[in-house]
């Protein structure tokens, strides 16, 4: 399954740059709904999103597109 790594990055983000980074902020910087943004950050959700979503987020937190998301093998 693919796990998006969005509350990582706003701990890295935070601390970082010494500040509180809010899913609205990042909604409003990046034009991901937050609804969307809070989706990816629980697992159970199983949330999709569209590259342009991923490009933004990656503009966002300056990472790369494996820093947004990562493969976990389903447990058998």
């Not at 629980?42 to 979503?53: A, F, R």
């Amino acid at each position: 399954m693919i796990l998006f790594r969005i509350k990582e990055l706003v701990a890295e983000k935070e601390k970082r740059e010494k500040r509180k980074v809010t899913l609205a902020e990042i909604s409003e910087h990046t034009g991901v709904n937050r609804t969307s943004l809070s989706k990816m950050q629980n697992p159970d959700m199983k949330h999709s999103t569209s590259t342009s979503s991923i490009d933004a987020l990656c503009r966002f937190f300056d990472c790369k597109v494996e820093d947004i998301m990562v493969y976990v093998k389903d447990p058998e």
